[in-house]
Nanobody, 133 residues
Framework: QLQLVESGGGLVQPGGSLRLSCVAS????????IGWFRQAPGKEREGVSC????????NYADSVQGRFSGSRDNAKNTVYLQMNSLKPEDTAVYYC??????????????????????????WGQGTQVTVSS
């Protein structure tokens, strides 16, 4: 069974940090582009970060640029999202998603492309991140 499982969410004060993990089972994560998304109550799901297969390039939404950092450990079949300097507006359910098909460099550079949810084949169940004092 192909599955993605996120963990690492929780309650943190503004300015704090969390590291989310996304573990794949049933398939080799190395073959997939990974996207991180989030969805706040009453809002649409939005792209946060995209990591290419070999992990040497990562792209980010403007709202998290410089605060969030994505990485992957293909040997552990795991992808990470390090979130620093968290703000109340980062509160959301965070999801990881995997995309199997080939993606061009231009696709990776274009937020409207990699943040499109229909591009991804598999999704995790989400982990709640709450930033509040």
């Amino acid at each position: 069974q192909l599955q993605l499982v996120e963990s690492g969410g929780g309650l943190v004060q503004p300015g704090g940090s969390l590291r989310l993990s996304c573990v794949a089972s049933g398939f080799t994560l190395e073959d997939y582009v990974i996207g991180w998304f989030r969805q706040a109550p009453g809002k649409e799901r939005e792209g946060v970060s995209c990591i290419i297969r070999n992990g040497i390039m990562t792209n980010y939404a403007d709202s998290v640029q410089g605060r969030f950092s994505g990485s992957r450990d293909n040997a552990k079949n795991t992808v990470y999202l390090q979130m620093n300097s968290l703000k109340p507006e980062d509160t959301a359910v965070y999801y990881c998603a995997a995309k199997r098909s080939y993606s061009s460099y231009s696709w990776f550079l274009d937020y409207r492309s990699w943040a499109e949810t229909s591009e991804y084949d598999y999704w995790g169940q989400g982990t709640q991140v709450t930033v509040s004092s």
